[in-house]
């Protein structure tokens, strides 16, 4: 079956930095879009960012682009979000998926950012 994992989350201080991954099992990896979404309290969820299978294509909702950099390892069937410059308001649970915009999830990994 299709498994997410995501990881990496934690405590940020504005201006830092963060990397998420998510691995990935289950099906064919290189393959498919990989997406990463992301939900703060009491608002929407938001796409972040997506690649394609091999890493050609990627895109960034405007409030990340420039500081946050989606990325893929097929060979460890892994997705990464490098997040720099991070922001009070990127504070959420990040979740990372399959396919665009996605079919299965992760549980997801909460990142805050707070001094």
Do not use: H
């Not at 959420?92 to 805050?112: L, S």
């Amino acid at each position: 079956q299709v498994v997410l994992v995501e990881s990496g989350g934690g405590l940020a201080q504005p201006g830092g930095s963060l990397r998420l991954s998510c691995a990935a099992s289950g099906f064919s990896f290189s393959t498919a879009y990989m997406t990463w979404y992301r939900r703060a309290p009491g608002k929407e969820r938001e796409l972040v960012a997506y690649i394609s299978g091999l890493g050609r294509i990627t895109k960034y909702a405007d409030s990340v682009k420039g500081r946050f950099t989606i990325s893929r390892a097929n060979a460890e069937n892994t997705v990464y979000l490098q997040m720099n410059s991070l922001k009070p308001e990127d504070t959420a649970v990040y979740y990372c998926g399959r396919g665009f915009p996605g079919d299965y999830w992760g549980q997801g990994t909460q990142v805050t950012v707070s001094s």
